[in-house]
């Protein structure tokens, strides 16, 4: 997901991300301060206000929930 997307890609996630925020919120807005804003994971927690540790785990599975919605095994 860090490498630079197509706009049909780019579509595929954002559709993706609809589907996560109607089943959890939180995890969008650490897609899209992480992704999207570039922000490091001490930067993201402050931001959402938890631990670091609460961004990794959050963004490990943020990731592998992406991954599989968008029928990707890596």
Do not use: H
Request: hydrophobic fraction near 45%; proline fraction near 4%; include cysteine.
């Amino acid at each position: 997901m860090e490498s630079a997307l197509s706009p049909a890609e780019l579509i595929d996630l954002d559709r993706a991300l609809d589907r996560l925020a109607a089943a959890e919120p939180r995890l969008t807005r650490l897609v899209e301060v992480r992704f999207f804003g570039g922000l490091t994971v001490e930067e993201t927690a402050e931001v959402l206000e938890c631990s670091p540790r609460t961004v990794k785990r959050d963004w490990a599975f943020a990731r592998a929930w992406l991954l599989k919605e968008l029928g990707q095994t890596s």
